[in-house]
């Protein structure tokens, strides 16, 4: 099938945004093969239509009008909700202005990039330059874990080490201050068994505690454990219906927090 054939299907069965099919768009002009993936996943229980965003409400909310910048991957992107993910409800309702940077497969390091400028640190520099953002949410890539093909690092004054996770983190967290001053949090996956990704949330957390920003960690919060397949379309990647009803209350509470 045809990749305009499949989206026009998809749209109509799960109610997607015009959004959302413009972000699946153009991971299917990178990924093909995902075309796959996302049949199946259309079909579950989390990505039924009453879960679309198109089917949400927006209510004035304290978050609104704020423009936020979402920096990620696939969990930022919505991969396994078909491309509507928390950043989108959000937007939709609590009237975020938000800015959606993420790409499926992408790391924090720019080592062995799906392609040339793929990694958050990349993206950071060159793509970003001119936004002025309120507020900077970075996703802890679980594909620096999966992939296994850089250092987790550690946390330090000065001299960051890029190819490892918390050199750049530390160099888009210190660039992003300069930058804009804005507030900055980083958000952890649910807890898997990945002991790397485990480190990772670990020295994040002395990180957060260096630099005075907000954690939102998911790995260590016990009401994202065993979650069933209607939150959850893998370990990793939560469906729409994981987004608004365990995601979204979160990440409202945390980042109403700030803008009061």
């Given amino acids: 099938m045809s990749n305009e054939t499949f989206l026009i299907s998809i749209r109509q069965n799960n109610d997607l945004s015009d959004v959302a099919v413009a972000e699946l768009r153009n991971d299917l002009d990178l990924h093909p093969l995902n075309q796959r993936l996302y049949t199946s996943f259309a079909s ?6 009453k879960y679309a965003v198109n089917q949400m409400k ?6 609104t009008g704020k423009k ?13 909700a078909l491309g509507e993910s928390f950043v989108d409800y959000l937007w939709k309702i609590d009237g975020v202005e ?18 040339p400028g793929d990694s958050y ?5 060159e793509d970003l330059k001119e936004v002025l953002p309120d507020m900077l949410v970075i996703q802890l890539s679980t594909n620096d874990a999966r992939l296994g093909n850089s250092a987790i690092g550690e946390v330090k004054d000065k001299d960051f080490d890029t190819q490892t996770v918390i050199g750049s983190l530390q160099t888009i ?11 900055i949090v980083i958000f952890t996956n649910p807890y898997f068994e990945n002991p790397t990704y485990a480190k990772m949330v670990e020295k994040t957390q002395e990180l957060s505690e260096k630099y005075r920003i907000e954690l939102i960690d998911l790995f260590n919060n016990q009401d994202f454990k065993s979650q069933s397949n209607l939150y959850m379309v893998d370990q990793v990647h939560p469906t729409r219906a994981g987004y608004l009803e365990k995601w979204l209350p979160v990440f409202e509470k945390k980042l109403v927090k700030y803008f009061k």
Avoid: H
């Fill in 44 to 49: 579950m229980p989390g990505n039924a239509r």
């Fill in 58 to 63: 927006t209510q004035v909310e304290p978050l």
């Fill in 68 to 80: 936020i910048l979402f920096l990620g991957s696939s969990v930022t992107l919505g991969f396994g």
């Fill in 98 to 115: 938000a800015i959606k940077d993420a790409e499926n497969g992408t790391t924090l390091v720019d080592k062995n990039t799906s392609y």
């Fill in 121 to 125: 640190l990349e993206r950071f520099r």
């Fill in 173 to 183: 967290i210190t660039e992003a201050q300069k930058k804009w001053n804005c507030p």
